[in-house]
């Protein structure tokens, strides 16, 4: 569905982008995966690999997460070479930390695709058959790796474009009508600094709270401060509150002090991680939850752990227990000590309980 915007949207693709990029040219933000104006203005591409990285995670945490983060990566794993050569245990153990661990799963996946083809593709069209790459990840990509005329949208971006219109469609519904607008507003040059330029508007100036409007170099084309309805926009759909789930995991210990863990299913939450063996999370225990044990043992309550995930919050009871005389682990199953388990945080915060309560056989 084609939107129409409002005739000023004409003047903007002469006033909006040099306005946003003379502003960028002045203000923008040191990076470690980006490449100054004035650095690409010199000849200077920036590094898809750097950008493509960067990308996948920023799209859970913030810039402050993640640029330590970035460069603990890039030691480890300097080219996409490294990191598809690297064992996928270490770029999941690698990623915790950075949100859903599927994403470092088609890092790693994506990384193998691109060694074996001898790199990025330049076009978003291309981009987007690799895994693990979306709409937003190809365009971002697309434009500042390549240079490419490609209309870049996240958060920051979402916000300056719902003001600039004054979009009144609640999110999500408004994600099309905005990039629309973002797209008639979008140079036809210097594509990359014009998406980063918005992203920076975004953080340091077009803020959530409290905009700072004085300080805007397109504000004079903005239609939410004439409105005097700056913090309105983008119009955001009633907060629901995150569903309650509960769990029991379950600690068994053996002679050597090592703790038993399984691999979780490739698919669904935390898939392929290591994890302790445990009942579903559902909306309350279940009255046989021993059932779910891994062996016939004498369980001890050691405690409780919370947890929050992206889409509900996770109350884990933890059991522990000795393991029983002739005890036989299944083939998914192995003997770790705790220390050298790499586990997601839930199962670390899990393990820990086990380990400081009185019960604990460890």
Not at 100 to 125: D, I, S, T
């Amino acid at each position: 569905m084609a939107y129409e915007t409002p005739d000023r949207a004409k003047l903007s693709h002469t006033g909006v982008a040099p306005a946003l990029l003379r502003w960028y040219d002045a203000n923008a933000r040191a990076l470690p995966w980006r490449v100054s104006p004035q650095a690409r203005k010199a000849g200077r591409r920036a590094d898809p690999y750097a950008v493509w990285l960067s990308e996948i995670m920023l799209q859970q945490t913030t810039v402050a997460t993640v640029t330590p983060r970035f460069a603990e990566f890039l030691a480890r794993w300097p080219t996409i070479e490294a990191m598809a050569a690297a064992p996928l245990d270490d770029i999941l153990s690698q990623w915790a930390g950075l949100g859903y661990y599927a994403r470092a799963r088609n890092l790693h996946k994506c990384a193998v695709e691109l060694a074996a083809r001898g790199g990025f593709p330049e076009y978003e069209e291309e981009l987007k058959t690799l895994p693990g790459i979306g709409d937003y990840t190809a365009a971002a990509i697309a434009a500042i790796a390549f240079d490419k005329r490609a209309v870049v949208v996240d958060g920051n971006v979402e916000r300056v474009v719902a003001r600039l219109f004054a979009i009144e469609t609640p999110l999500p519904a408004a994600k099309a009508k905005i990039k629309a607008c973002a797209e008639a507003i979008w140079p036809q040059q210097r594509s990359g600094d014009f998406a980063q330029g918005l992203m920076d508007l975004g953080a340091g100036v077009c803020r959530p709270k409290a905009p700072l409007c004085l300080l805007c170099p397109i504000s004079s084309a903005c239609e939410a401060p004439r409105q005097g309805r700056q913090e309105a926009f983008p119009v955001k759909p009633a907060r629901k509150q995150k569903p309650k789930r509960a769990g029991a995991a379950f600690v068994l210990v053996n002679a050597k002090g090592e703790m038993l863990f399984e691999r979780r299913p490739e698919k669904g939450l935390l898939g392929g991680m290591l994890g302790l063996p445990g009942t579903d999370w559902a909306t309350g225990l279940a009255e046989d939850l021993y059932a779910s044990a891994p062996a016939k043992a004498d369980w001890a309550r050691a405690g409780a752990i919370t947890h929050v995930f992206t889409h509900f919050h996770l109350t884990l009871e933890v059991f522990t227990a000795p393991a029983p005389k002739g005890f036989r682990r299944w083939p998914h199953q192995q003997w770790i000590a705790p220390a050298a388990a790499r586990l997601p945080t839930v199962m670390k915060k899990a393990v820990a309980a086990a380990m400081s309560s009185p019960q604990s056989p460890a």
